[in-house]
């Protein structure tokens, strides 16, 4: 019995040792944790800095090796993103914020890392002020007339259209077709974005409709705080194009980009209802007017149809943001019948989706910024 007693005794510290033990290492693993820390609000705000801090309460068990703020563009930023190194161990800490763009909306948040791990404080965000340089740009109007060959009243905007161009060529045309062969497909899912429901609409920046008055888009051409520059080249059975924008102001609700190719020339009867009304420019042409030449007509599209987003870090007072687009499968015999045009809208806030300005050119132009004094 007693031998036996001795066996059971060691089997069982036998599997104490197998099951049960773990070296101190292990131990201080198993009751280790990241530390606790705090974010405290974030004040000194300028148009490329702030101030800020913490408090790490808890260092988990193990030493805190580093600890500050870290900050980004986009929610919940990580030491990963862009960071302050303010000391270690715990207890209070300030933090200088530097190299920020102006007018951007920036998260930040406290974070502490031990051993174990790092751990983040609550996430609190800014809008660093915008810089003004004073630089300002011609402004285009954009135009945007939806349309259709077989809309009868639509003869009254184009005449208006054509009007405006005797007395102000400072705006860019695009002629959206629905429901007939011109038809971009996205073209309605833009109409009835903004609440349209009928045509002849004309869709002035994006912010108001337009009725004809020459007035209401002289109004409109206020210097804008972004530019445009475009240069459109034409190669084999591609065209190809290098807009760039750049910027007076800062845009803290962020700025989208939209690239469209529009077509010039194309042949087809428009249905004509003032062929009747001697007060009007389409009398006696034609109910419908045969072989009516439709110019702007939208083709093609580079980006979204509500435009690319720019990031965030390209947008600011004096930065210069550029994008190559190629449109491909075009016959070299409509070159001289293709513009491209390139436009600046807001990405959020009180004026989302609304135009900044706009440029358009055509194959084998090359226009710059117009910077005014």
Known sequence: ????????????????????????????????????????????????GASGGGYVSKDGGSAVTARGLCWSTAQQPK????????????????????????????????????????SY???????????????????????????????????????QIENLHTVNQKFVHIALH?????????????????GFTGVPTVHTDRASTWNGNVTAIVDMQIPAGAGLAINVTGSGTS???TAQAKFGTGFPDGVRMSVYMLEDGIVANQAN??????????????NPVPNFIHNNVLTKIGTDMFGDLIPAAEVGVGKVYSRSFTFSNISADKFSKLKVVAFLTHNSGSKQ??????????????KGFVELP
């Open 239 to 241: 065209v190809s194009v």
């Open 273 to 286: 209802y003032y062929n009747t009304d001697p007060s009007h420019a389409f009398y006696g042409k034609g």
């Open 79 to 118: 030491i990963s993103d862009s960071k302050s190194v303010d000391g270690s161990g715990m207890g209070s800490f300030t933090s200088t914020i530097t190299g920020l763009n102006p007018g951007t909306t920036y998260y930040v948040r406290a974070y502490a890392t031990n051993s174990t791990g790092t």
């Open 1 to 48: 019995m007693k031998i036996s007693g001795i066996v059971v005794a060691i089997s069982v510290a036998s599997l104490l040792l197998t099951f049960g033990g773990c070296t101190k290492s292990e131990q201080a693993q198993l009751t280790n944790s990241v530390p606790a820390v705090e974010s405290h609000s974030i004040s000194n705000i300028t148009a490329t």
């Open 121 to 159: 404080g609550s996430q609190s965000s800014f809008a660093t002020s915008a810089l003004s340089s004073g630089l300002k740009f011609e402004k285009n109007v954009l135009l945007e007339q939806y349309t259709g060959t077989w809309c009868g009243y639509c003869t009254r905007s184009i005449a």
């Open 178 to 194: 629905l429901s007939d062969a011109m038809t971009f497909p996205q073209n309605s899912a833009l109409f009835s974005s903004f």
């Open 353 to 366: 989706k609304q135009v900044i300005n706009a440029v358009a050119a055509s194959v084998g132009q090359n």
